[in-house]
């Protein structure tokens, strides 16, 4: 089975961008540990980055038939796309919402997000091991209700 692992906008940047939030791993880096964290859960993973709102969106539906979850990491969407949410709720698939710093005891704007309602939980605050963990969970998820 395989996962749809998406990375949203700035995360390119990973590595360069504010280290002191964001950490040092680049994104091919957090993506090449999915990759072998994967194997190891016996899943297969599909990566795509995209800095464009409605690119995620087609992404999200392509989604649809291929993958058996998202795991997803919007960045600053997570704030603010309507889209993405409706995008996540209309295919129906299991997603797990990922960031890499605790988006809860930073600026106030980024206390609330528009995924965490669609998703079955979100992972915050743990670098690029959240997304390690995130995939844990999603893989959990999946193998009790596949
Ligand atoms: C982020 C948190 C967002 O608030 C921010 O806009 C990002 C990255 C994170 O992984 O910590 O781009 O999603």
């Known amino acids: 089975d395989s996962i749809l692992v998406l990375h949203g906008p700035n995360l390119n940047l990973l590595g360069k961008r504010e280290p002191g939030v964001y950490g040092v791993a680049t994104l091919d880096e957090i993506n090449q540990a999915l990759e ?9 993973i599909a990566t795509a980055q995209s800095n464009h709102e409605g690119a995620l969106v087609d992404l999200i ?27 996540i709720a ?39 091991e959240s997304y390690r963990l995130g995939l844990q969970a999603l893989v959990h998820y999946l193998r009790q209700n596949m």
């Open 36 to 44: 072998k964290e994967a194997q190891s859960l016996g899943f297969e």
């Open 61 to 87: 539906h392509d989604a649809m038939g291929r993958h058996a979850g998202i795991l997803i990491n919007p960045g600053a969407y997570t704030h603010t796309s309507v889209a993405i949410r409706d995008a």
């Open 90 to 128: 209309g295919v129906n698939l299991p997603a797990v919402e990922v960031h890499l710093s605790n988006i809860h005891k930073r600026e106030e704007f980024r206390h609330h997000s528009y995924i965490a309602p669609v998703a079955i939980g979100q992972i915050c605050g743990f670098g690029a």
